[in-house]
């Protein structure tokens, strides 16, 4: 067998093992019983064993290593295949396995002990994980490239070419542009739709809506469907298998249709993808940002939308007549829109979440620049808090230790939901000089956004880089004004002009 042809065998392999660990993934977070969580442990651990030496074996890496030699000959989409594959390669092999063994026990402990600080406001009990875990994150990225900053390198894991510099731009544009908008924004004067939110809305009634929307947004429901966990998720093996949840409150009718819409947004990229892709390393969204871009244009900039509510208000209440009887479409718009500084990120609204993520930066940055340390990090996340929304969290548990992320040990992917959002206005900022978007939504025709994402940049997979894909799509590299416009555009119509 030449190189070409073992490499091509080995990715193959590679993926039914993914496949395998996936479709277990799924059933452990929506069907599987309590008690099946030890055996399937131990499978998965024999599993994930081989999967670690089809990837990172002595065979395996020379294999890629002599790839990696070659790969001028290659086509474009086999050079970018080895490229990706070269990179998980380095990333392994630099750790010393001993470190890298007392990383994942590390980070696995602190699975519980963050729970348990975070549930009694009790970060001491967490801040020496916290400080490993950020000089473990550090010291890896240094193995990988010794000459780059570590918080470039952490950063680009997440996503693809980015680093501090473009991100500083980026957010520095928010401090500058959105802040005092926001600000203008919170003192306005607004309605209270609070008794309209936290109504009682049946949970069997909230289904069949959520039902209604897939087919809105035009899912296909024979290669993929709906289901319900405590933290909604998308999941998928190939186009032809994408499946999502939703999470329904009783009192609070929003969480179940917006987190349907979102995780639609990531479902219809995925199914959108080429099948050229499955046996190959390119299947799959290209990276977290433009993930985050499809589910958040999907969720706010369709699904926020005063045409979304023309088109679906009276489906919404034939459901439910009694919570909705002299509701407007405007009361809809602006009950789907309302503004409030509050502590929580993933309870934000849509203008001020990206300034719960610029805090998260500037705290991650200078952790791992060396310019603070952990015992600073609660007073830093309250003033900080202070200065972009204007409120101090009372305690840590709604500051500071709020997030499961930086205990997993996920350093550098906060700034990428921020980013995906911005990606998302520049993307429809293009969309709308080609399509009708406005009348699209209006008319139920999402279909027809469907196809011009599909067109522009679903169907490539991860064959082209963020970077490449947003300068493809909108003809222009990476700029936040088109996100703080939208934002401006839109806010000022609801609450600033009179
Ligand atoms: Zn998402």
Known sequence: MNLEQSFRERVKKIKAYIYVLQVIGWDSNTEAPRNSFKRRGEVLSEISKELFMLQASPEAVKSVNEMYDKIDTFDDHLQREVKKAKKTVDKIVNIPQAEYIEYQKLINDSQIIWEDAKKNNDYDSFK??????????KKFALYYDANANPYDTLLDDYEEGMSQKEYDIFFNTLKSDLVPFVKEVLKADKKDYSKFLNDKFDVK???????????????????????????????????????????????????????????????????????????????????????????????????????????????????????????????????????????IRIEADELTYPLHIMLRYDIERMMINGEITVDELPKIWIDKMEEYLGIRPANDSEGVLQDVHWSGGMIGYFPTYALGTAYSAQIYNTMKKELDVERLIKENKISKINEWLKDKLHKYGSSKTPKELLLMITNEDFNPKYYVEYLKEKYTRLYLSK
Not at 129 to 135: E, G, T, V, Y
Request: proline share 3%; glycine share 4%; charged share 25%.
């Open 128 to 137: 020496e994980n916290l400080r490993k875990i950020f000089a473990f994150n």
């Open 205 to 343: 009634k909230q289904e069949l809506f959520c039902d209604y929307l897939t087919d809105v947004l035009n899912f296909n429901r024979n290669s993929g469907l709906m289901k319900k966990s405590v933290h909604p998720f998308t999941w998928n093996t190939s186009p032809d298998d994408v499946r999502f949840t939703t999470k329904y409150l009783e009192n609070y009718v929003l969480s179940s249709i917006y987190a349907a819409i979102h995780e639609l947004g990531h479902a219809t990229y995925e199914q959108q993808i080429s099948t050229e892709f499955d046996d190959t390393l390119l299947n799959g969204g290209t990276s977290m940002g433009i993930h985050e871009s499809q589910s958040r244009f999907y969720e706010n900039i369709i699904g926020r939308s005063h045409e979304f509510w023309e088109a679906h208000l009276p489906k919404f209440k034939e459901l439910f007549p009694e919570q909705t009887k002299n509701m407007t479409v405007d009361d809809m718009f602006y009950a789907v829109n309302q503004v409030e500084a509050s502590m």
